[in-house]
């Protein structure tokens, strides 16, 4: 990711990075690749990228808005196994935990924050986000998301093959 965008996202998100909440979402691993908080400055990034690519078309976004919504999209995963039975469940109620953790933690929590939080596991849980900031969002997590599990399936290719005998240790 460019390094002006992370740097971006790091002043934007600057009171979110800070807090607690964030500090424990790096030892939450996620998507067994990464961890909650290297995810959600990952979707940050995407989102703010999409967005520049966006505005060359006359699109209106609010950067402070999208970065700290992305960055706290995920933050109800925290203590996921305590808090949920299984995935299907975390699937679907871990952007309601999400939503309680970012009115604490964001200082003008709105509308618009809110519906792209509770509304980013949209079409597995939730409606389609009605905002602009939702949308990027969802889309982007799905990218990202895409992106952590791709280093998963290498992985298990390579295991396969090496089990097969096909590549050699
Ligand atoms: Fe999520
Ligand atoms: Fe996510």
Redesign the pocket.
Known sequence: MKEHVRNEVRRLGEGIIGTEEFMRAYDETHHKATSVAK?SED?ACTSLRITRFLEKFGVDVDHEILVNAALC??LGMLDRDDKFDDDKVCHREHPIHSVDVAKNIIDDYNDTVHDAIVNHMWPIAGSMPKSKEGKIITFA?KYC?LKDVRHIMRLYAALVLLRFGIILP
């Open positions: 995810h979707v999209h995920d997590d998301a």
